[in-house]
Each structure stands twice: as structure tokens, then as C-alpha cells.
């Protein structure tokens, strides 16, 4: 089992940033790669971004491109998701994701999540 815990949302302008953290414990953090996923009021789930094992291999949504990055530091068990230029659409529960596989997207890949935390974009 992977626990997680997601934390640094809350309330921002339009234009600006924000790091979420995601801390795990239980199994060994450098076996699983992460990601973040979001969900906005009445939509799915979607992919955000995600990170290999190593950190080494990012990938991230086309709509937040160039404006969030991912990062992880095996030693603190822990992943993060620096997000700026923040837009009201980015606005949504921001979901942390453990994955046993090498390079998951879908929502199915990933073996284990997190509660969640709101990020709320005011326009």
C-alpha cells in the first residue's frame, strides 16, 4: 500500500502560482512514477502531468503546457506540481496518483490515490 497526501491548494488570482506537494509513504516512493490528475465541478477526471521513477521523464497536458512543471525528490518521498500563470479553468481537485507501471497516463494506470486538494482560480 502507497498512501498519499496532497497539500498547498487554495485560493489564487488569475496570473498566479501555486506548488502543490504530494507526500506518499508506505512502499518504496522510487518504484512507483507519479502524476497529477484534476477534476472540475461536473467533469471528469484528467491527466495533468506525470513523472517517471527517476524523475527524469516528465510529460504534461497540452492546456497547462508551459505554465506547470512536475518534480519529484525521491529522498523526501514526495511530488510536486508548480503551476503558474494560473487561468480560472485550472480551477478543480487536484489528485496525487502512484503507478506501478513505467510511463501511465490514464487514470487506470495508476494503482494508488490521494484525497485530493482544491485549487480555486479567481478570475
Known amino acids: 500500500q502507497v498512501q498519499l497526501v496532497e497539500s498547498g491548494g487554495g485560493l489564487v488570482q488569475a496570473g498566479g502560482s501555486l506548488r502543490l506537494s504530494c507526500a506518499t509513504s508506505?512502499?518504496?516512493?522510487?518504484?512507483?512514477?507519479m502524476g497529477w490528475f484534476r477534476q472540475a465541478p461536473g467533469k471528469e477526471r484528467e491527466f495533468v502531468a506525470r513523472?517517471?521513477?527517476?524523475?527524469?521523464?516528465?510529460r504534461v497536458a497540452d492546456s497547462v503546457k508551459g505554465r506547470f512543471l512536475i518534480s519529484r525528490d525521491n529522498a523526501k518521498n514526495t511530488v510536486y506540481l508548480q503551476m503558474n500563470s494560473l487561468k480560472h479553468e485550472d480551477t478543480g481537485v487536484y489528485y496525487c496518483?502512484?503507478?506501478?507501471?513505467?510511463?501511465?497516463?490514464?487514470?487506470?494506470?495508476?494503482?494508488?490515490w490521494g484525497q485530493g486538494t482544491q485549487v480555486t482560480v479567481s478570475s
Open positions: 513523472i517517471s521513477r527517476s524523475g527524469t521523464t516528465t
Open positions: 508506505g512502499r518504496t516512493f522510487s518504484n512507483y512514477a
Open positions: 496518483a502512484a503507478s506501478s507501471l513505467v510511463l501511465p497516463v490514464i487514470t487506470t494506470e495508476f494503482d494508488y
